[in-house]
């Protein structure tokens, strides 16, 4: 990965994978605060940028074998903490709190400095290309579970 693609995808922690973005205008309501429909894009791109960082390029998994892997979430829990602002720097921590059978649970969290914003719980089906349950491949599943929570 180049150290421009490393920027931009955030980085690998201990603990999973941490995304730094800015608020811009487009992201606010306006009162200037986030529109809470907005932190799902900030989850996502922590989601998919973790899996980035892994190696786990979406359109490589699809492509691997016969039946393809696709993640989906299937549910998301949000707790709303604390309202971010316009130009506001956030962090987006990722990490994995299982990764096995068919499927994964993220646990996600947006924080303004050391405040915590927004805390989730991701629960990611694993499904084939056909949208039949399919079980994640021991190889990926050490990827997430060697970046767990």
């Given at each position: ?10 980085e ?16 606010t ?42 993640f989906v ?39 303004r400095?050391?405040?915590?914003l ?32």
């Amino acid at each position: 990965m180049s150290s421009d693609n490393f920027l931009l995808s955030g980085e690998l922690t201990d603990h999973g994978h941490r995304l730094v973005q800015r608020v811009y205008y487009e992201d606010t309501d306006f009162s200037g605060v986030v529109y809470h429909a907005r932190y799902l894009h900030f989850l996502e791109r922590g989601r998919t940028d973790y899996l980035r960082c892994l190696g786990c390029e979406q359109s490589a998994l699809l492509a691997a074998d016969e039946e393809g892997l696709v993640f989906v979430v299937h549910r998301m829990e949000i707790d709303f903490k604390q309202p971010a602002r316009m130009d506001d720097v956030l962090t987006i921590t990722t990490a994995t709190e299982k990764a096995g059978g068919a499927k994964m649970v993220l646990s996600q969290e947006i924080r303004r400095g050391d405040t915590l914003l927004i805390a989730a719980k991701v629960v990611i089906a694993v499904i084939n290309k056909h949208g039949r349950p399919r079980r994640l491949p021991e190889t990926i599943a050490d990827k997430f579970l060697g970046h767990g929570a």
